[in-house]
């Protein structure tokens, strides 16, 4: 089976960094997805890990590491509309990319 | 910027009824997905489908569901005789092995509710 754990809430101030952690055990890896969902709304792309290390896309970055199972989100410069759910995901099979989902950090960003 | 489409965005449907749940994945992606997110749960996998057949289901992908590409752009996800706990939000995903994190997209989702 498929076991990705996050927070389920976390709330910050606007203008704030977030840091948002997710940590899986999985019966296999092949690429670690952070997404953002508005409520009734889809999942939209924020990032996508393969490899240890940071990737940076603007005020999201994404942090990696396969040998502690364990990844973080971190949000900066907090605007009102980051206010959302949060989703780790991860692929755990090479061949068709499926994805096992964590139950997503509602993130509450406060004036 | 390419999409993934779905129809209907909202169906209601009652209990025993069968349903048909529509989706346009980007043209040039191979993979296709089904999931499904319960009110207040986490998105769940249902099937992916590749090369026109099932590459893997979950174990909520019983005998009441089956999914079809009946031509080259539609890809359908049925669910015959609905239960009340069939009520979720059904998002359908693409992807291509070919693109930087797979290109994985997904719609904005179906709402079904069950009654």
């Known amino acids: 089976g498929q076991n990705i754990d996050q927070p389920t809430e976390m709330t910050a101030t606007e203008g704030a960094i977030v840091q948002i952690n997710c940590t899986y055990q999985?019966?296999?890896?092949?690429?670690l997805f952070w997404y953002q969902q508005h409520a009734g709304e889809a999942p939209t792309f924020l990032s996508y890990?393969?490899?240890?290390g940071l990737e940076e896309k603007g005020r999201f970055s994404s942090f990696l590491s396969r040998s502690k199972g364990y990844s973080y989100l971190l949000l900066k410069e907090l605007q009102m509309k980051d206010s959302a759910s949060y989703l780790c995901?991860?692929?755990?099979?090479?061949?068709?990319?499926?994805?096992?989902f964590g139950a997503g950090t509602t993130v509450t960003v406060r004036a | 910027e390419p999409e993934v489409t779905q129809t209907p965005s909202h169906q209601v449907t009652q209990m025993g009824q069968e349903v048909i749940l529509r989706c346009v994945p980007i043209?040039?992606?191979?993979?296709f997905y089904w999931y499904r997110q319960i009110l207040g749960q986490k998105v769940e996998f249902l099937v992916s489908f590749y090369n026109n057949e099932i590459s893997e289901k979950s174990e909520i992908f019983d005998d009441q569901f089956s999914v079809e590409r009946p031509d080259g752009s539609n890809f359908t996800l049925k669910i015959r005789s609905t239960k009340l706990e069939d009520s979720a939000m059904y998002f359908c995903?693409?992807?291509?092995?070919?693109?930087?994190?797979?290109?994985?997209?997904f719609g904005s989702g179906t709402r079904l509710t069950v009654v």
């Open positions: 995903a693409s992807s291509s092995d070919s693109e930087a994190n797979y290109g994985y997209t």
């Open positions: 043209s040039n992606h191979l993979y």
């Open positions: 890990n393969v490899l240890d």
């Open positions: 999985t019966s296999g890896f092949n690429g």
């Open positions: 995901a991860v692929s755990p099979t090479p061949h068709d990319y499926k994805l096992s």
